[in-house]
């Protein structure tokens, strides 16, 4: 069966049927009752030429070729009228209409406004139309009404030619709008103001679509700026009209020219942090219509002019916020300064802020942070090493610790002779036995050491065991090539390594190692203020990259789920197709870090100690800040603001002050958000990338109302962390008045449409799809196969087949 073609209006006349009146048209089809099988049909079919041919090819010998080949092809074409009739063919036919188009119109509050249009030559262009269509100022209803009514409704005109034409005036609601096309204009004219007081865009796009539900529209065209206060998003609707298969054609109204302005917001900075260390300010840099632009960052201290660091950024061209981090280094210098007689700590107000670029204009409040507190310490912190033998690492470890003022280290050798101790000023007899003399010290270094000794026995690892995770201190274990780790896989220690300890290699004794290689960071290495070896990101990375190489290294491919690589190989990788860690990191209670190799000492060949020692003492304060806190406080909890309208994302983030009670797992935090006069709700938080105590979590399509939150687990001693705040309904029409043109393009391209300015507007039409014809009703259908023509026609051929037979003699 064939359907759905149109059959020019002249073979119409001529099978004598009705012609189809204005705007609308005749669908023809074509069906049969045929009812041999198609491969019977194939192999008659073939038969009976076959047959046809065989007899006249003999007869050619008599008459020529032609002429036999002129007989057969009558006596086929016969044959085939007659099949033609036997399968009782017949045209069906349907009364169609012309498909539909909406147009909706947006006479939201938000439409009223008048846009300030900066080039002149724009403007009078655009005041000339207006005054063209006898309208006045430029709002953007007016805009919409002058490319309707302008040139005599030419467009709208066009429009209701192709299609048929319903309109829809929206706001809160969509309201069709009844008559033809001179009544549309005429309310059109009366729609000289625009006062909805709020914009349900989605919602009127969903509206039209659910009307016409039954005969879907062609295309639906939105006159609108975009604005959404309230309902269903844009992108909702549009998603609901691609499965509809229905495109939109959206035209953006109002001045393209976007509000522009640099904003800061959502500071992120450790509280306390030891001299000498880095201190990264991260925060929120949004840019609105300054994409592409650069700005300059700079921190100084509050109430002092001077500026302390400063960084260069490229504002993100999407208008999103965007994460930024700027470190910096309090000189120890400035800190001696300032320390008063029985501190160990000065206290600094830092404050953070963008240049004023020129397009901002007056629109500078949000160019700062708030000044953020930080205190910088040198409390001494207590360092115990252990290792079987004094090798390479040990020994320059030692001594550049013994020299560190703010550490105070205690070291321990198994193969020491007794009278070793006595003569050094560092070292101890024998590794402490008792659980409250291990837990003296704020962090252990643990090298190659030999398990299972006197000196390191089972109740000594399992003092260690409750030195992490019940005292919350830090472990820091250094791979050797031969106790560390390999002679502990089945001891109380492997709870504490950060892989699987039955999967180590460790390179054979007896083999030279000369495939050097440099170590590389992981972006979460990068991220971590420890790995830090220069004042600013890009010299951090120069210095790694530059770094000599190490040759050294224990493979450890299987990592347990909670480990955190923060440098590798920069090429071997493990069976699971991962490269090889280096240095790898968890937390159980307190932090453990693993050197997979033990020739970081090879850093000092070139440069000396610079890096080496900068690494070693960066990182023992990083693992020791837990100890600056005390017991004040262990976590806090906060939004990124305090009062939010309706339908904005609320941020909140939880801060643990004391990483050793963030909870192992990344989505460990539980946050109860209880509404005024509403039970509770709960909402997970996730760990953040590249800190191990700040989870955040996004509260989405909250009600109305005002919220109390705190941090339900983990539970903590004290008070938890609390926060409180409101949402709002949404502002009024005239208080958001950017043209959302991102909003209608992404509708437009979402389903299959077109997205068009004042300015490109006139090609509307041409663009829209032609559509289906609706049909109205169906019609008595054309019997073919027993009209008068065909029977006519089989006589015919058969009647000159026989007299071209006869003049040949062949009868």
Same mark, same amino acid.
């Given at each position: 069966?064939?359907?759905?073609?149109?059959?020019? &209006?002249?073979?119409?006349?001529?099978?004598?049927?009705?012609?189809?009146?204005?705007?609308?048209?005749?669908?023809?089809?074509?069906?049969?009752?045929?009812?041999?099988?198609?491969?019977?049909?194939?192999?008659?079919?073939?038969?009976?030429?076959?047959?046809?041919?065989?007899?006249?090819?003999?007869?050619?010998?008599?008459?020529?070729?032609?002429?036999?080949?002129?007989?057969?092809? %009558?006596?086929?074409?016969?044959?085939?009228?007659?099949?033609?009739?036997?399968?009782?063919?017949?045209?069906?036919?349907?009364?169609?209409?012309?498909?539909?188009? =909406?147009?909706?119109?947006?006479?939201?509050?938000?439409?009223? #406004?008048?846009?300030?249009?900066?080039?002149?030559?724009?403007?009078?262009?655009?005041?000339?139309?207006? &005054?063209?269509?006898?309208?006045?100022? @430029?709002?953007?209803?007016?805009?919409?009404?002058?490319?309707?009514?302008?040139?005599?409704?030419?467009?709208?005109?066009?429009?209701?030619?192709?299609?048929?034409?319903?309109?829809?005036?929206?706001?809160?609601?969509?309201?069709?709008?009844?008559?033809?096309?001179?009544?549309?204009?005429?309310?059109?004219?009366?729609?000289?103001?625009?006062?909805?007081?709020?914009?349900?865009?989605?919602?009127?796009?969903?509206?039209?679509?659910?009307?016409?539900? *039954?005969?879907?529209?062609?295309?639906?065209?939105?006159?609108?700026?975009?604005?959404?206060?309230?309902?269903?998003?844009?992108?909702?609707?549009?998603?609901?009209?691609?499965?509809? &298969?229905?495109?939109?054609?959206?035209?953006?109204?109002?001045?393209?020219?976007?509000?522009?302005?640099?904003?800061?917001?959502? @500071?992120? =900075?450790?509280? !306390?942090?030891?001299?000498?260390?880095?201190?990264?300010?991260?925060?929120?840099?949004?840019?609105?219509?300054?994409? *592409?632009?650069?700005?300059?960052?700079?921190?100084?201290? &509050?109430?002092?002019?001077?500026?302390?660091?400063?960084?260069? !950024?490229?504002?993100?061209?999407?208008?999103?916020?965007?994460?930024?981090?700027?470190?910096?280094?309090?000189?120890?210098?400035?800190?001696?300064?300032?320390?008063?007689?029985?501190?160990?700590?000065?206290?600094?107000?830092?404050?953070?802020? /963008?240049?004023?670029?020129?397009?901002?204009?007056?629109?500078?409040?949000?160019?700062?942070?708030?000044?953020?507190?930080?205190?910088?310490?040198?409390?001494?912190?207590?360092?115990?090493?252990?290792?079987?033998?004094?090798? #390479?690492?040990?020994?320059?470890?030692?001594?550049?610790?013994?020299?560190?003022?703010?550490?105070? =280290?205690?070291?321990?050798?198994?193969?020491?002779?007794?009278?070793? /101790?006595?003569?050094?000023?560092?070292?101890?007899?024998?590794?402490?036995?008792?659980?409250?003399?291990?837990?003296?010290?704020?962090?252990?270094?643990?090298?190659?050491?030999?398990?299972?000794?006197?000196?390191?026995?089972?109740?000594?690892?399992?003092?260690?065991?409750?030195?992490?995770?019940?005292?919350?201190?830090?472990?820091?274990?250094? /791979?050797?090539?031969?106790?560390?780790?390999?002679?502990?896989?089945?001891?109380?220690?492997?709870?504490?390594?950060?892989?699987?300890?039955?999967?180590?290699?460790?390179?054979?004794?007896?083999?030279?190692?000369?495939?050097?290689?440099?170590?590389?960071?992981?972006? %979460?290495?990068?991220?971590?203020?420890?790995?830090? $070896?220069?004042?600013? @990101?890009?010299?951090?990375?120069?210095?790694?990259?530059?770094?000599?190489?190490?040759?050294?290294?224990?493979?450890?491919?299987?990592?347990?789920?909670?480990?955190?690589?923060?440098?590798?190989?920069?090429?071997?990788? *493990?069976?699971?197709?991962?490269?090889?860690? =280096?240095?790898?990191?968890?937390?159980?209670?307190?932090?453990?870090?693993?050197?997979?190799?033990?020739?970081?000492?090879?850093?000092?060949?070139?440069?000396?100690?610079?890096?080496?020692?900068?690494?070693?003492?960066?990182?023992?304060?990083?693992?020791?800040?837990?100890?600056?806190?005390?017991?004040?406080? #262990?976590?806090?909890?906060?939004?990124?603001?305090?009062?939010?309208?309706?339908?904005?994302?609320?941020?909140?983030?939880?801060?643990?002050?004391?990483?050793?009670?963030?909870?192992?797992?990344?989505?460990?935090?539980?946050?109860?958000?209880?509404?005024?006069? #509403?039970?509770?709700?709960?909402?997970?938080?996730?760990?953040?990338?590249?800190?191990?105590?700040?989870?955040?979590?996004?509260?989405?399509?909250?009600?109305?109302?005002?919220?109390?939150?705190?941090?339900?687990?983990?539970?903590?001693?004290?008070?938890?962390?609390?926060?409180?705040?409101?949402?709002? @309904?949404?502002?009024?029409?005239?208080?958001?008045?950017?043209?959302?043109?991102?909003?209608?393009?992404?509708?437009?391209?979402?389903?299959?449409?077109?997205?068009?300015?004042?300015?490109?507007?006139?090609?509307?039409?041409?663009?829209?799809?032609?559509?289906?014809?609706?049909?109205?009703?169906?019609?008595?259908?054309?019997?073919?196969?027993?009209?008068?023509?065909?029977?006519? %026609?089989?006589?015919?051929?058969?009647?000159?087949?026989?007299? $071209?037979?006869?003049?040949?003699?062949?009868?």
């Amino acid at each position: 069966m064939m359907t759905g073609f149109m059959l020019p &209006k002249w073979i119409e006349r001529l099978l004598g049927v009705d012609l189809a009146e204005a705007g609308e048209g005749t669908q023809w089809s074509i069906s049969a009752a045929w009812g041999v099988p198609p491969w019977l049909t194939l192999l008659l079919t073939a038969g009976a030429v076959a047959l046809v041919v065989f007899f006249y090819f003999r007869e050619s010998r008599t008459v020529g070729m032609a002429y036999a080949g002129l007989l057969a092809a %009558l006596r086929l074409s016969a044959l085939a009228v007659v099949c033609f009739m036997l399968a009782q063919v017949m045209l069906t036919r349907e009364r169609t209409g012309l498909p539909y188009a =909406v147009l909706l119109v947006d006479l939201s509050g938000s439409m009223s #406004h008048v846009d300030q249009y900066l080039d002149p030559a724009q403007r009078e262009a655009l005041l000339a139309r207006l &005054k063209a269509a006898q309208l006045d100022e @430029p709002s953007r209803v007016n805009l919409a009404r002058m490319l309707l009514l302008e040139n005599d409704a030419a467009l709208l005109k066009a429009i209701d030619r192709r299609y048929k034409l319903k309109a829809y005036f929206f706001d809160r609601t969509a309201r069709a709008q009844s008559g033809n096309i001179d009544e549309l204009q005429e309310a059109l004219r009366d729609a000289a103001k625009a006062t909805g007081d709020t914009t349900q865009l989605g919602q009127a796009v969903r509206t039209v679509l659910n009307d016409l539900r *039954g005969s879907p529209p062609s295309a639906v065209i939105v006159l609108s700026d975009g604005i959404n206060t309230s309902g269903e998003p844009l992108a909702d609707a549009a998603e609901y009209a691609r499965r509809k &298969k229905v495109p939109l054609f959206t035209v953006a109204l109002g001045s393209e020219e976007p509000v522009r302005n640099l904003k800061l917001s959502d @500071p992120l =900075v450790d509280e !306390v942090v030891f001299v000498d260390d880095v201190v990264f300010f991260e925060f929120q840099l949004t840019g609105t219509g300054l994409g *592409g632009k650069r700005v300059q960052l700079t921190l100084r201290e &509050k109430d002092k002019p001077e500026t302390l660091t400063e960084m260069q !950024v490229t504002i993100d061209a999407s208008g999103k916020p965007q994460k930024v981090r700027l470190p910096y280094r309090p000189p120890r210098s400035q800190w001696e300064q300032r320390v008063e007689a029985g501190q160990d700590y000065v206290e600094y107000q830092f404050v953070i802020e /963008a240049e004023k670029l020129p397009e901002e204009g007056d629109r500078t409040a949000d160019n700062a942070l708030p000044p953020q507190t930080v205190k910088v310490s040198q409390r001494k912190i207590r360092v115990l090493m252990a290792a079987s033998e004094p090798s #390479h690492e040990f020994r320059f470890l030692k001594h550049l610790l013994e020299r560190e003022p703010s550490i105070e =280290v205690r070291t321990v050798l198994q193969s020491a002779d007794p009278e070793y /101790a006595p003569t050094d000023k560092s070292a101890l007899g024998t590794f402490p036995v008792r659980r409250d003399e291990l837990n003296e010290f704020d962090l252990l270094i643990l090298g190659d050491i030999e398990a299972n000794t006197p000196t390191f026995s089972t109740s000594v690892m399992n003092n260690v065991v409750s030195f992490v995770k019940e005292q919350g201190r830090s472990v820091i274990f250094v /791979a050797g090539p031969k106790y560390m780790p390999r002679e502990f896989r089945d001891s109380p220690l492997a709870a504490l390594f950060p892989f699987e300890p039955g999967s180590v290699v460790v390179p054979p004794p007896d083999v030279d190692l000369t495939d050097g290689f440099v170590i590389q960071p992981t972006d %979460l290495g990068f991220g971590s203020p420890h790995m830090q $070896l220069g004042d600013t @990101p890009g010299q951090t990375e120069t210095i790694w990259r530059n770094l000599p190489e190490l040759f050294f290294l224990v493979e450890v491919p299987h990592l347990k789920p909670a480990a955190r690589v923060l440098a590798e190989h920069p090429t071997r990788t *493990g069976p699971t197709g991962r490269r090889l860690p =280096v240095f790898i990191e968890h937390s159980l209670g307190g932090k453990v870090l693993f050197h997979c190799t033990d020739e970081v000492y090879r850093w000092r060949f070139r440069v000396g100690d610079v890096f080496l020692s900068r690494y070693w003492v960066q990182t023992i304060r990083y693992l020791c800040r837990s100890k600056l806190l005390g017991d004040q406080r #262990h976590a806090e909890l906060s939004t990124d603001r305090k009062n939010y309208v309706r339908g904005e994302p609320v941020r909140l983030r939880a801060r643990f002050l004391d990483e050793r009670l963030a909870p192992d797992a990344d989505d460990g935090v539980t946050v109860m958000l209880e509404r005024q006069g #509403h039970a509770p709700q709960k909402l997970k938080l996730q760990r953040h990338a590249t800190s191990r105590g700040v989870f955040e979590g996004v509260l989405n399509n909250a009600p109305e109302g005002g919220y109390h939150a705190w941090i339900a687990t983990p539970t903590m001693p004290g008070t938890a962390g609390q926060a409180d705040f409101t949402i709002e @309904p949404p502002p009024g029409e005239m208080q958001e008045l950017e043209v959302d043109t991102a909003e209608l393009k992404r509708a437009a391209t979402t389903t299959g449409g077109r997205f068009y300015t004042l300015a490109d507007a006139s090609r509307l039409v041409g663009d829209l799809p032609e559509g289906r014809q609706v049909v109205i009703e169906t019609l008595d259908p054309f019997v073919l196969w027993n009209w008068f023509p065909f029977p006519l %026609l089989v006589v015919l051929l058969l009647v000159a087949e026989w007299v $071209l037979r006869k003049r040949k003699g062949l009868v």
